[in-house]
């Protein structure tokens, strides 16, 4: 297995973990969002409409600002409703050019008795989202940054398509695409960013010095001999129309697409290490895109 991990400093000046989230809330609606309470989170279920709510609240909460009536960008899977929730921070310098951070809410919802709660899969990404929206609401970015929130990534990237086939904007606009799925728990204390194999101008915003409490290895996206992840989740919309993205996520552990994803197997310091890692990247290409 090769290993893409680069142990050498970039040209500007970058401190990782200079920005951190807050800790407490970001744990507390990866809780929330993976609970009994919200049974699963698939489309067009009570607890998925409970996620629906609880996300549009925290955007609304942080006063974003919206494409579409009350955050929602609804269509259809089959006969199923669906809804894409996005929000934006306007830059104050580059309003028209758009950063996009995204994490899929759906899961897999009850089957056979069983509550399939997602905490990784992808209440994880979902609450790193909130989190850095969060973030940005207090420390506006220079380019405005679009919080996505695909719907019906679990029946084949359903709600990523769809935005990527009805743009609030022009493609044009679209700086790239931060992706997270599955971020929050490696017994090794790996993730991956994978992306930058396909879009080399990426590589620049990463701190890639040794010593940090996790370990960032670059890969996974077809120019090695790892399995490839380019289309895995919602990003692979994004690539589909040329847009750079890069995404994060661990490897596939025992409890994917398990009953037993659950809260408590979670490891919260990688998750917050993580979380930061992600923001300190964002907040990097913002500053020197």
């Known amino acids: 297995m090769r290993l893409y991990f680069f142990s050498f400093l970039f040209f500007f000046s970058f401190t990782i973990f200079a920005q951190q989230v807050d800790r407490k809330s970001l744990l507390e609606d990866l809780k929330m969002l993976s609970s009994d309470e919200f049974e699963g989170r698939k489309p067009n279920t009570k607890g998925h409409q409970k996620a629906k709510e609880l996300i549009k609240k925290r955007f609304s909460e942080l006063k974003l600002k919206t494409f579409y009536t009350d955050f929602e960008q609804k269509f259809m899977v089959g006969k199923t409703p669906a809804s894409n929730l996005l929000a934006y921070i306007e830059g104050t310098e580059k309003k028209d050019q758009f950063f996009v951070i995204s994490a899929h809410y759906d899961h897999l919802g009850i089957e056979k008795g069983k509550i399939y709660n997602g905490a990784d899969d992808n209440a994880s990404g979902v609450s790193a ?116 993205f890069v995404y994060f996520g661990v490897e596939d552990h025992e409890d994917y697409h398990e009953s037993s994803d659950d809260f408590d197997k979670i490891q919260p310091d990688f998750y917050f290490s993580v979380t930061n890692y992600i923001l300190n990247t964002l907040i990097n290409m913002d500053k020197n895109w």
Not at 209 to 236: C, M
């Open 129 to 244: 989202v909130l989190a850095m929206a969060s973030h940005f609401s207090k420390n506006p970015p220079k380019y405005s940054i679009i919080f996505l929130m695909p719907d019906a990534e679990e029946l084949g990237l359903k709600g990523a398509y769809h935005f990527s086939k009805n743009l609030p904007v022009k493609k044009e606009k679209l700086l790239a695409n931060i992706n997270m799925d599955m971020i929050s728990r490696n017994e090794n204390q790996e993730i991956y960013a994978c992306g930058t194999g396909i879009y080399p101008k990426l590589q620049k915003f990463f701190d890639k010095s040794d010593g940090h409490k996790i370990k960032v290895l670059f890969g996974h996206d077809g120019k090695d001999n790892l399995q490839n992840w380019t289309e895995s989740s919602d990003h692979g919309a994004f690539h589909s129309i040329g847009v750079p």
